[in-house]
C-alpha cells in the first residue's frame, strides 16, 4: 500500500531536464549531455532515459542508477527527442519528464552569406557577426570551440584558400 500511495507518479521534481551539445566531431558524431533534478521521493532506485527522433515516440530506455545525468553518445545528423522516467525497487515508474530535443547539423557551413559561394565575402559577412554588426547562428562557430571570433576567421581563410575543407 506504502508503494500505491507513492506511485511514483508524484515526482514532481523529475520532469526538469537541461541539455547541452558537448562534443560535435567532424564525422558528424554528437554528444548529448543530460541533466534533471533529482526526485524528492525517497524510494527512488534509479532513473530511465527515454530517445527517440520524434515527439513522445520514444526506444527502448537506457536504465540507470540514482545520478541525475547521462550521456547519449554518437549520435548523427537528425534531431533527437529525450525524457526522464524515475523509478522505485518494485519496478513502478514515474510519468515522463518534460521533453527535450536537439538538433545535430551536419556540421559547419562556410557560406555565411548564404550567397551559394565561399569566398573573401563570406570572410566579410563574418567579421560582421564578430564585430555584432550582424547576427550569427550556431552554425559560424567554424572551428567547434563554443565561439565565434578571429579563430574562425583564420579558419575560413584557410578554406578560402584551400588549405582545408569546411568539415
Known amino acids: 500500500m506504502k508503494i500505491r500511495h507513492f506511485m511514483i507518479r508524484r515526482f514532481y521534481t523529475v520532469p526538469v531536464l537541461l541539455f547541452l551539445l558537448c562534443n560535435f566531431s567532424q564525422a558528424t558524431a554528437a554528444d548529448i549531455s543530460l541533466a534533471w533534478d533529482a526526485s524528492i521521493s525517497p524510494n527512488v532506485s534509479g532513473y530511465k532515459i527515454y530517445s527517440g527522433t520524434s515527439s513522445g515516440n520514444y526506444g527502448t530506455p ?6 541525475t545525468t547521462y550521456t547519449v553518445s554518437g549520435l548523427s545528423t537528425g534531431t533527437y527527442y529525450f525524457a ?16 527535450v530535443s536537439q538538433i545535430i547539423s551536419s556540421g559547419p557551413s ?5 550567397d551559394g559561394a565561399v569566398n573573401v ?5 563574418l ?28 579558419f575560413l581563410s584557410n ?3 584551400g588549405l582545408r575543407s569546411c568539415e
Not at 567579421?127 to 578571429?150: E, F, K, M, Q, Y
Request: hydrophobic residues 40%; glycine residues 12%.
Open 159 to 161: 578554406v578560402i584558400l
Open 84 to 99: 526522464v522516467t524515475a523509478f522505485d525497487a518494485d519496478g513502478n515508474e514515474s510519468d515522463f519528464s518534460n521533453e
Open 62 to 67: 537506457v536504465t540507470i542508477g540514482n545520478q
Open 121 to 125: 565575402l563570406d570572410l566579410q559577412a
Open 127 to 154: 567579421a560582421n557577426i564578430i564585430l555584432g554588426i550582424t547576427s550569427s547562428s550556431p552554425g559560424n562557430d567554424l572551428n567547434g570551440d563554443g565561439r565565434i571570433d578571429v579563430l574562425d576567421l583564420q
Open 110 to 114: 562556410c557560406n555565411i552569406n548564404g
